[in-house]
């Protein structure tokens, strides 16, 4: 079974910085791609960032120049550094897997920006 643990999330001023991390454990092969999504209240759920197992990124236009994403790819963890953070950012942050056998979510962090 395969799961991922999410961390780092948390409150911080607009303009401060947070770095969430999400490690994957199981036997896992074939990962397709790694990123996170994002929910904020009374809205739905949108791709933030997504890294493809070949290296390629993607980016939401919101964060373009704010977030960037990583993988360490020995440890199956993928983080996402997020810098100059709006209140607009708040939201609940979730790791996304995509591999052979379909998604895998994350239980989802908290991040909550203050103005």
């Known amino acids: 079974q395969v799961q991922l643990v999410e961390s780092g999330g948390g409150l911080v001023q607009a303009g401060g910085s947070l770095r969430l991390s999400c490690a994957a454990s199981?036997?896992?092969?074939?990962?397709?791609?790694m990123g996170w999504y994002r929910q904020a209240p009374g809205k739905q759920r949108e791709l933030v960032a997504r890294?493809?197992?070949?290296?390629?990124?993607y980016y939401a236009d919101s964060v373009k120049g704010r977030f960037a994403i990583s993988r360490d790819n020995a440890k199956n963890t993928v983080y996402l550094q997020m810098n100059s953070l709006e209140p607009e950012d708040t939201a609940v942050y979730y790791c996304?897997?995509?591999?052979?056998?379909?998604?895998?979510w994350g239980q989802g962090t908290q991040v909550t920006v203050s103005s």
């Open positions: 996304n897997l995509h591999w052979v056998w379909g998604d895998v």
């Open positions: 199981g036997s896992i092969f074939s990962i397709n791609w």
């Open positions: 890294m493809i197992s070949g290296g390629s990124t």
